[in-house]
Structures are given as C-alpha cells and as structure tokens.
C-alpha cells in the first residue's frame, strides 16, 4: 500500500551540521493496516511521516503509494491520496471561518471551485448530519468561527474534515498530544470508531505507550532511524505497555540517557 525504499535522509548538507537520520531505510504498510508508531525524540517518526507526505523530500530512495511512485509529488498533489491530523489542533483548520465554511473546504478538497453557492440546503443538512455524529454538540454551532472552540472540539473537527473525501492513508501525528487526558480519550475513541467505519489505512505516532498497545493491529518502535520493534497479530495482542517501556528503557541507558 505504502512502501518506503531505501530512503536516505540527510539534514543540512554541506555544511557543519549535516547529520543523517535515514540511511537505507525501507518500511510498509499493507492496505487496512492500523500502525502505532512509538520511539524516543529524534528516532524518525515524525520525519517518516514527513516524508509520506510530501513536507520534506528524501535524499534518496523511493516512496511508492499503490505501487505509484510519488517520491517526487509535491505535498499538495499527495494530500488528496493522504489525509493528516497533526499535534496542534489549530493546525487542521481554520479559525476565522466557522464550522460549516471549515466542512465545506475540506468536501472540496481536490476538486475545482465554482462560481455557485458553497452550502446550499442539502449540504449543510448533511454537514449537521455528519458532524452530530461526533456527539460533542457541534451540530448547535455551525456558524460559528472555529477559532471559538476548545482543543478538543477542533481536534475532532480536524479528524473529521481529513476524511471526508476517499483517502488512501491517513497519518496521525501525535494528535492527541496536546488535549487533557479525558478528551485524549475522547479523541481516540473517535479515531478508532472512524477508522474502522470507513476501513483507512492508518500510521500513528504517538507518545503514549497505552494507546500505542491499545489500539490498531500492528505497533512499531523506532530508534535511530530504525525499526527497532515490528509486532502483528497475536505477537502485538499479548504485547503489555510494560514489555514496550522495558524496551524504551533500555534503548534509552544505551544511549546514555
């Protein structure tokens, strides 16, 4: 579904700072896939999904969705192929425009804008419709700016508005990082609930080893721009949050941490 090949990555060639994060680097992910994503700061996740995206470009290597090479596609001709919610919530939308304008954008998203009516009758039905589905009230404020909501609330917007159009892939970049532990909840429960209503291909990094245990089909650890951990099935279903801190932790007294 999505194959990395051989990826290279270098920061700041030819100059005093140049570092590699990725050399040879090869990782996939099978259609319908859930994969939780964990590792230390600086071990590659956020930058591999960087790189799926489109946000940063490799120094060498391959990027291939559905088998179609995209390693040269810039991130806006991808983002119509691949769906993201990013760590901050302010991100994924918006804020001068309210909620309805926000769902009307992301409806369009790939599509030619016309010179008609953006929300007519029918749409905005559907837009309450899809919206009173997340149950946290948002259908009572649909004309009112985004800006005007609580983390939580526009977290839920972004995940929603990401796959409202047909998505091959859709990355998680910690989004629940930054929401208190009961709308973190909240927000996961959600994820998971539109991940398997509309079967998506999913990658989640995320820092909280629970979550990482709890939820998809298949956890990864990275250290060093490596997959240190890969576990499916029945290996990751008897997986506990103790067995991936004890490995956490001693990668992390090798490193001198």
């Known amino acids: 579904m ?36 964990v590792g230390s700061n600086g071990s590659g996740k956020t930058t591999m999904l960087n790189i799926i995206s489109g946000t940063l470009p490799v120094s060498g290597g391959e990027i291939l969705l559905d088998g179609c ?26 804020p001068s425009m309210t909620i309805i ?5 992301a409806e369009n998203k790939g599509k030619p804008y ?3 009516f953006a929300v007519n009758r029918r749409k905005r039905a559907m837009f309450c419709d899809t919206v009173e589905q997340l149950g946290l009230g948002l259908e009572d ?28 892939l859709l990355l998680l970049d ?19 609930q539109i991940v398997r209503e509309k079967q998506l291909t999913v990658i989640m990094v995320t820092h909280n080893l629970r979550y990482a245990v709890e939820y998809g089909s298949r956890l990864i650890m990275m250290d060093k721009g490596k997959v240190v951990i890969d576990k499916s099935g029945e290996d990751k ?12 932790n001693s990668i992390s007294i090798e490193c001198g941490n």
């Open 2 to 37: 999505i194959e990395l090949r051989s990826i290279d990555k270098i920061f700041n060639i030819g100059t005093a700072n140049e570092s590699q994060l990725f050399s040879d680097f090869s990782f996939s992910v099978k259609r319908g896939e859930f994969v939780s994503v």
């Open 69 to 94: 090479d995209i390693t040269n596609q810039p991130e806006h001709v991808r983002s119509r192929r691949i769906g993201r919610v990013f760590q901050d919530p302010s991100v994924g939308t918006v």
């Open 141 to 168: 404020k649909m004309d009112i700016p985004v800006g005007l909501l609580s983390g939580g609330q526009r977290q839920a917007l972004s995940l929603l508005m990401s796959t409202m159009t047909p998505i091959d």
């Open 101 to 105: 304008e926000n769902l009307s954008l």
């Open 174 to 192: 910690e989004h629940t990082a930054a929401l208190d532990p009961r709308t973190a909840e909240t927000i996961m429960q959600l994820t998971n």
């Open 237 to 248: 279903a008897h997986t506990t949050v103790d067995d991936i801190l004890s490995i956490f």
């Open 114 to 116: 016309l010179l008609d």
